[in-house]
């Protein structure tokens, strides 16, 4: 046996020991925990030659024990106040079928909805988000309590394309699902928000989709011309007590930040750590039921593998958020 000491110190080497995300016990069964974790090693939904996006839990789960950490700004031990289990990967044996493979992720995610359990998520590419969203926020749905999710969607695109049918044969694709999660009844745009777009589009309209359906734009350019604290604000005006999800793809970083992405874009200047990390952080004592993070290509990353731990450190502060909402009931 090792002591207490010992064992703290242990748990945070992320190569020894079975990796596991964040160090958290394997469980299958939702009804067993207090918050949920999945892998979502997914992807087809994304068009381009970017593929690699499916190894992305893993390289989460090898990296993710050295953020098995105490939050600081926040003083709660989210691993000591929760049960916090992982509860694998999503099986996707119809791998290269991107709507098959939507199914089967609606259908993983139906078993955590019913047990009305918050989860975080890893991907994968973003159609990711569309597989869960439209499982957690079905038809009276036990985790939203039959309401509309609200989204927070950090990205340097607005996946809102709504003149594509399809993006290289991918129909509810990474490049869709923020419009068909409104047009199916599980989103609500006029209380979501998109922060982050930037780069060079492909039209100048590009922007206009989301408009349209609804959703509050933040630009990376109005983000440095607004300033923080307002920005903050016009996200937090639309929020009200309605059921969270934060979706966060990496590529809204800067490629400094976070060089492991698959549509990175190098033009034009995005968010640092400290930044992301601070929005989230304005959602505290909201109705946060739920997150992802998705894009990750481990790759394309760098050997210290920085963009793998990013993204576990944003799962870390989503999982703080839900860990600190259960410790008020």
Known sequence: MISEEDKIMMETLYWWGIPTLFRCKNDPDPKNCDIALVGVPHSTGNGTT??????????????????????????????KENKIHDLGDVPF?????????????????????????????????????????????????????????TLVHFDAHTDCFEKLDHFLGAKKSAAHWASFLVKQGNVDPHTSTQIGIRGNPRTLDWLQASYDIGYQVITMDEYREWGHEKCVKMILDRLGDNPIYVTFDLDCLDPTVAPGVA???PAYKGFNMDEVRKLIQSFKGKNVIGGDVACLMPTKDSPNQITAMVAASIMFEIICLISINLGKK
Not at 54 to 76: C, E, Q, T
Not at 122 to 141: E, F
């Open 50 to 79: 970017e593929r690699d996006q499916h190894l992305g839990p893993r390289a989460v789960r090898n990296i993710s024990a050295m953020l098995r950490r105490s939050h600081f700004d926040f003083k709660i031990d989210p691993w």
């Open 263 to 265: 549509n990175i874009e």
């Open 93 to 149: 044996p119809e791998a290269n079928d991107n709507e098959k493979c939507i199914e089967r992720i609606s259908a993983f995610y139906d078993h955590i909805e019913q047990a009305e359990k918050p989860v975080v998520s890893i991907g994968g590419d973003h159609s990711v988000t569309g597989g869960i969203v439209q499982s957690l926020a079905k038809k009276n749905s036990k985790l939203t309590k039959g309401k509309k999710i």
